[in-house]
Structures are given as C-alpha cells and as structure tokens.
C-alpha cells in the first residue's frame, strides 16, 4: 500500500490585514478555502483536517459538503502554533506523515503537493518543505515521529524552527508558488491575474482541438 499523509489545512487566522475574513474571498468562483479543501483532497491524502479559529462557525459553512474533519482551535489568538498543535493532536494515531498546508497558498495547486508526497515517499523519515526565494516553509510534510513536537508548538512561530533546524532531516523542493501567500486583497488580485494567462492558453488549445479542419483544400 502507498503511503499516504493527511492533510493539516491551517484556517483559523483573523485575517486583520486582509480587511474581511480571506477564508470568504472569492477566487476563482469559490471562496478561497473551499479552493483550498479541494486542492488538498485532489493529491489524494489519507484524510483531510482543518483547523478553524476565528468567525468559525461562519466558516465552517465552506466545509459542509466536503469530506474533512473541522477541528476549532481556541486558542487561534495566540498564533498559527497553537492551531498547527491543534491540527496535528486531531490526527488518527496510525497517520504516517502530515501535510501541513496554508488556506492563503492560492497559487499551490495539487501537482505541487503531489510532488511534496512522492519526495515523502522516497524517505519517509524525513520532512519534506517547500522552497521558494530561499525560504523553507509549508506546504511541508512532517513523519509521524515529529507529531510529539509539533503538538508542544505555541505561539506565532509555527514550525519554523523545526525546518531551520539543520539537525533536522529536511528535503527541500524548488516550489516557486509557496511563496504566494495571501495578506491583503490586492494579493489575491496579483494570483488571479498570475493565472489568468494560463486559463487562456487552455481555452486557445480546446479551441483549436475543437477547430474542424478542411479536407481536400488547394
């Protein structure tokens, strides 16, 4: 059997730069969480948590269709280390691997992750993060024998000690959409623009595979 991580998909910030919940934003004909959930489940991940905080019962309504398991952090005040804590304590005790995922990466799509995953697979003891304009950060996988720590986690710090940490085994992947996160409208605004010229040039192929072509012309 293939190994598979579940997904730990962070969305419990207050979104205090953004001006309204960015969880709500509109990308793509979708809020963005709900883009986010269905990136996740598209790498085909064991099982699928999301970690709620702020306005979480609004929130939650993205989430009710969907195959995941919603878990509220309250302690979300208190910074994205609690709700990674949260997130990882809400795991089955057979997960082998999480991917911790942000619900601002709109520009992470599954092959991203599925490129995460297979780097996982060749060494399943190790974690494996993603790199981007020399930053090492999520969306990153941590084994099961790194759960104890990452449930100690407080404050706003996240993991990142734990990717900085050169005693750490950590694989690196060049994943230049990581870097993408979302703060403020106008960032959103930058990754629908960034996207739209590749939407274009799937429509101006299906046109042209749609295009009759002509038979017997001189």
Known sequence: MIPRPWVVLLAAGASHRFGTPKQLARFGGESLLRRMVRVALA???????VVLGARASRVSRELSDLPVHPVINRRWRSGLGSSLA???????ADAPGALVLLADQAAIGPAELELLCAAW??????????????????????????????RRLRGDQGA?????????????????????????????DKVTRSRAPARMQRSARSSRARRPTRSGAT
Not at 43 to 49: I, K, L, R, S, Y
Not at 86 to 92: E, F, K, N, V
Not at 169 to 177: G, L, Q, S, Y
């Open 43 to 49: 790498a085909t991940p064991a099982g699928c948590v």
């Open 86 to 92: 949260a997130g990882i304590a809400a795991l089955p």
């Open 121 to 150: 697979r060749a060494a399943p003891r190790s974690i494996v993060a993603s790199r981007s304009a020399r930053i090492v950060g999520p969306p990153a996988i941590f084994p099961r024998r790194y759960f104890a720590e990452l």
């Open 160 to 188: 990142r000690d734990m990717l900085r940490d050169r005693a750490q085994p950590v694989i690196a992947m060049e994943i230049a959409a990581a870097v993408s996160d979302i703060d403020r409208p106008r960032d959103l």
